[in-house]
């Protein structure tokens, strides 16, 4: 049979967001519309016969830098080559754009074979909704506030554009988006969204400790106490650490972050919850 790889479309990356969760990774219900949303041709699948067997992704954040992920091949399939011809597809789409990824711990060795770096770790955390229903004195709904003010946020911190997946992120279904405001300058948002399993709070991007404390309180307290919580950090980022220890979450998963030509210049002292594996 012939293997083809073509770009994925709009409906199949929904399938890859579908893969991703039975590879154990746990996305959000509602993810794949905004995922196709900021890149379009950025989506991969690589099919036998009329059978999809293996998907990646590979999204470009202007001329500079781009995000690889959804490296899956169907387990009867795997280590026959298919998943590596995928894989240099998306890595030419990228052209010469420094490429960053999320590696699972037992493949960096691979990674590193073909030119990734490794820049930090990251960990998913796990806890409860606390039920509280607490929303903060200065947290506000992040619809009510003028995209534009948070869109120049996202920039700031994240390091590059996305307002198209942003304007999707931040209006998911079943998801509570908010800032925290104070003398209107909006100082930190995150985004708490319905997963395969429980909820998940990402991104959260606050100007110091006291900001991010008050926002997770009030993602967290939106949840009910026997809901399970997600929440994916930097480790880099000892305050992102604190939270997850004030609430006792513990750690259930770990990636590799990596990039080809080293860790562009984020802010990571306020990252202290990541937007995504699959797109940083």
Not at 6 to 33: L, Q, S
Not at 97 to 112: F, H, M, P, T
């Amino acid at each position: 049979m012939e293997y083809k790889i073509r770009k994925a479309t709009g409906k199949e990356v929904g399938a890859m967001v579908e893969w991703a969760a039975k590879e154990g990774w746990n996305p959000g219900i509602y993810d794949a519309k905004c995922f196709y949303t900021h890149d379009p041709n950025g989506f991969f699948v690589g099919v036998l016969g009329n059978q999809i067997i293996a998907t990646v992704s590979a999204v470009k954040y202007g001329k500079n830098y781009g995000f690889m992920g959804f490296y899956i091949v169907k387990p009867k399939y795997r280590k026959k080559g298919y998943g590596m011809k995928l894989f240099q597809k998306a890595w030419d789409y990228l052209g010469n754009r420094n490429k960053g990824g999320d590696g699972v711990l037992e493949n960096l060795k691979k990674y590193a074979r073909i030119g990734f770096k490794l820049a930090h770790y990251n960990a998913r955390y796990q806890g409860f909704g606390t039920g509280s229903r607490k929303i903060g004195p200065n947290i506000e709904n992040l619809r009510n506030i003028d995209f534009r003010k948070v869109a120049k946020y996202d920039d700031s911190v994240f390091g590059f554009k996305r307002h198209a997946f942003l304007k999707c992120w931040i209006n998911q279904s079943e998801s509570f988006a908010c800032g925290l405001v104070k003398n209107g300058k909006l100082l930190g948002y995150s985004v708490l969204r319905k997963c395969f399993e429980g909820y998940k709070i990402g991104p959260l991007f606050a100007d110091n400790d006291s900001v991010a404390n008050e926002l997770f309180d009030s993602l967290i307290g939106s949840v009910d106490k026997k809901e399970k919580v997600f929440f994916d950090i930097p480790e880099v980022n000892k305050n992102a650490l604190k939270i997850v220890r004030k609430y006792k979450m513990k750690k259930v998963f770990a990636t590799g972050r990596i990039y080809t030509k080293g860790q562009p210049k984020f802010p990571l002292q306020r990252w202290y919850g990541v937007t995504t594996f699959e797109l940083g």
